[in-house]
């Protein structure tokens, strides 16, 4: 067993000496990704990024003259002093002010977090959707196969910007506002993870039934069967875990096409709405202060920018790192 | 091949229903499009009531939608609610034509469409030559000089240009190049709409105001299109053929341009077919941005007044052009590869 496993990873064995046990899967794709100069890159950005959002708010902080009183965290990124509305970057705003006077570091701090978790759950309504949606057509086939499978080739053809559009108008407003963390979050948060989530699927739906496919026809699935494993059982125990390496690569990446999407919805004024900062929602409107107020819309904008492309690095490597026919980057 | 592409068309237009059936559902849940007329909703809920009949929209939605489909001139319909139908319907159905009239301007759908249409398309088909002729130039060159400085450089750039929000490069765009050289006393390009208005409709104007749009969306799609060239030619350069070429004395250019260009450019046909029906929906953001008076700005200021037979005009002409697209790509690539024979 160990030959066949090291004749497939020749320049494995080179470095190894040829005693030592056969790596893992698991164990050779975390050495590959770390060889994956660019994925590293990626992580390094993205583990600054967390610490930026996580931590950044303990050293925003400030005196609020509306409310007369010092204030930090949320309230800092939510007070507005109106007589200080759109002033460039100096030392006490040090990105600036937006155009009711709000701090737009402390804003960049606050609404990263809401733009991560919004990416972050809708990558994941997206997986369980595309997971679910892909191995029933898969698993079942015939008539399933059929109307699962024309309903999902019927919504790739629909540009899914225009259903996140059609979307976010008429789910928005009308929500309650809820509890999360201790932070009060509009309905609209949720309502934004499900649209990006509901026009996401598609592809993961296509790539998971082709791998379901090719899986259950093999012999440990017959066993299973055989052993009196029920469906449910069958598809979520030894189905999709064997499904794995797509699924991680296109929830990293589904992440940060969730963000953009955010981004552009928002944009479009459409995202979400109320005191609740997102990425998305401090560049609503800011293209009015293009040359007046350039502040307003570079530093969210370049959050974006350094989130999706930190992820996009990362989703790359783990694609090169999990796929056991990849010989790049080794 | 006939036989092929009406195969192909058998298989499209089932899908097409499927599509206007999900969007028609959409558009349901959209709300009550009275409402949202604006100023010119009617205050007496006996004029709403009205209303509502004239346009249709008391009827369950499956009536609706076969109105939409196939139109309701044979069905007499109660205008006046006073529960005996006595007028002919006016409608003659998507199928018949008739894309239906906006609830907001009455005016025909298609014809609304068919105003903004040649915008969308000039700004379009522009990025797409752009885009085409750019990545085809960046990938080969970044194939023939792999892992060098130019093909390092441009892999790390094409992972910037692919990451970036489409909003935030239009900015960029425009504060540099409009802002800062006006401030600079250089010559500056004008960022809204298509035409000066005191220069008047000049293609030298039309130039002018299209130049940023297009580096625009040209910047977003080269990022993975040139990547993705890059990466054919250097699988077909590693070809036995490509060797035998080489090796019985064909000049280097011969052999990348007769030799390792057409196999590469296979996928690249694909890719673009299947693109291009999405540009034309694709533009919505950057459409915004420059004020650009196409079918992008058509659909966002049509969703807010929930004025559905535009939209759904909208987003079925572009359902349309993907399975058309669809089809042309299979067919060019069976005459561009001659393995293959569609039968």
């Given amino acids: 067993m160990a030959d066949t496993v090291s004749t497939t990873l020749s320049k494995e064995t080179i470095i190894k000496p040829p005693s030592s046990a056969p790596l893992s899967p698991l164990r050779l794709g975390v050495r590959r990704f770390r060889r994956h100069r660019m994925a590293m890159i990626g992580l390094g950005l993205l583990l600054l990024l967390i610490l930026y959002i996580s931590f950044g708010g303990f050293v925003s902080r400030g005196y609020c003259s509306p409310i007369k009183q010092n204030v930090s965290g949320e309230a800092w990124a939510n007070c507005n002093d109106t007589s200080l509305k759109l002033n460039p970057p100096s030392a006490s705003h040090i990105f600036g002010t937006d155009v009711i006077g709000r701090d737009i570091f402390a804003r960049t701090i606050y609404g990263g977090q809401i733009s991560v978790l919004i990416g972050i759950s809708a990558a994941v309504v997206e997986v369980i959707l595309g997971a679910v949606i892909g191995s029933l057509a898969a698993y079942y086939g015939g008539w399933v196969d059929s109307v699962l499978m024309r309903f999902t080739e019927a919504m790739l053809n629909i540009p899914s910007l225009f259903l996140l559009i059609i979307g976010a108008h008429f789910f928005s407003g009308g929500l309650p506002t809820f509890n999360f963390f201790g932070r009060e979050l509009t309905g609209s948060v949720i309502v934004i993870i499900l649209i990006i989530g509901v026009t996401s699927w598609m592809y993961l739906a296509r790539i998971v039934r082709a791998n379901v496919l090719s899986l259950r026809e093999r012999d440990y699935i017959s066993a299973a069967r055989a052993l009196g494993a029920s469906d449910g059982r069958i598809i979520f125990l030894h189905l999709l875990p064997n499904t794995i390496a797509p699924l991680i690569v296109s929830a990293t990446l589904g992440v940060a096409n969730a963000i953009l999407a955010e981004a552009y919805v928002s944009f479009l004024g459409l995202g979400v709405q109320g005191a609740t900062a997102t990425w998305g929602n401090m560049l609503d409107g800011a293209y009015q202060y293009l040359d007046t107020a350039p502040w307003l819309w570079f530093f969210p904008g370049t959050m974006i920018l350094l989130t999706v492309l930190g992820i996009n690095f990362v989703g790359d490597g783990l694609r090169d790192a999990l796929d056991p026919y990849s010989t790049r980057h080794l | ?335 561009v590869d001659p393995r293959i024979r569609l039968g």
């Fill in chain 2, 1 to 335: 091949m006939s036989t092929y592409i009406l195969r192909r068309l058998g298989q499209g237009i089932p899908q097409l229903f499927i599509i206007s059936i999900i969007l028609f559902m959409l558009m349901q849940a959209f709300g009550d499009p009275v409402a949202t007329l604006g100023a010119r909703t009617p205050t007496k809920q006996a004029d709403k009531e009205r209303l509502r009949r004239m346009l249709g929209l008391d009827q369950p939605a499956y009536v609706q939608y076969l109105t939409w489909l196939v139109g309701n001139d044979w069905r007499k319909m109660d205008l006046d609610g006073d529960g005996t139908p006595e007028t002919y319907g006016q409608r003659r159905g998507i199928l018949r034509g008739d894309w239906g009239n906006s609830l907001v301007t009455r005016r025909p759908v298609l014809e609304m469409i068919g105003d903004r249409l040649p915008n969308t398309l000039i700004l379009m088909i522009t990025a797409e030559v752009v885009i085409i002729t750019s990545s085809l130039a960046i990938g080969l060159y970044s194939a023939l000089r792999p892992y060098s400085l130019f093909d390092n450089l441009i892999t790390g750039l094409s992972f910037v240009g692919y990451s970036m929000p489409v909003f935030w490069l239009a900015l960029m765009l425009m504060y540099i190049f409009a802002v800062n050289f006006r401030r600079w006393g250089l010559p500056y390009l004008p960022t809204v709409g298509m035409f000066d208005p005191e220069v008047g409709k000049t293609p030298a104007e039309l130039i002018k105001h299209m130049i940023l749009p297009v580096t625009t969306l040209a910047i977003i799609s080269i990022a993975g299109y040139s990547r993705f060239v890059r990466s054919s030619v250097l699988e077909v350069l590693s070809q036995d053929y490509i060797r035998t070429a080489r090796a019985k004395g064909v000049r280097s250019f011969q052999v990348v341009l007769r030799h390792a260009l057409p196999n590469a450019a296979l996928p690249f046909i694909t890719l673009i077919g299947l693109d291009i029906p999405f540009l034309l929906a694709g533009a919505v953001v950057t459409e915004r941005i420059f004020a650009w008076p196409g079918m992008g700005r058509l659909f966002i200021d049509h969703t807010a007044r929930a004025d559905f037979p535009v939209l759904m005009g909208i987003l079925i002409l572009i359902s349309i052009a993907v399975v058309i697209f669809q089809i042309i790509t299979d067919v060019i690539y069976s005459f």
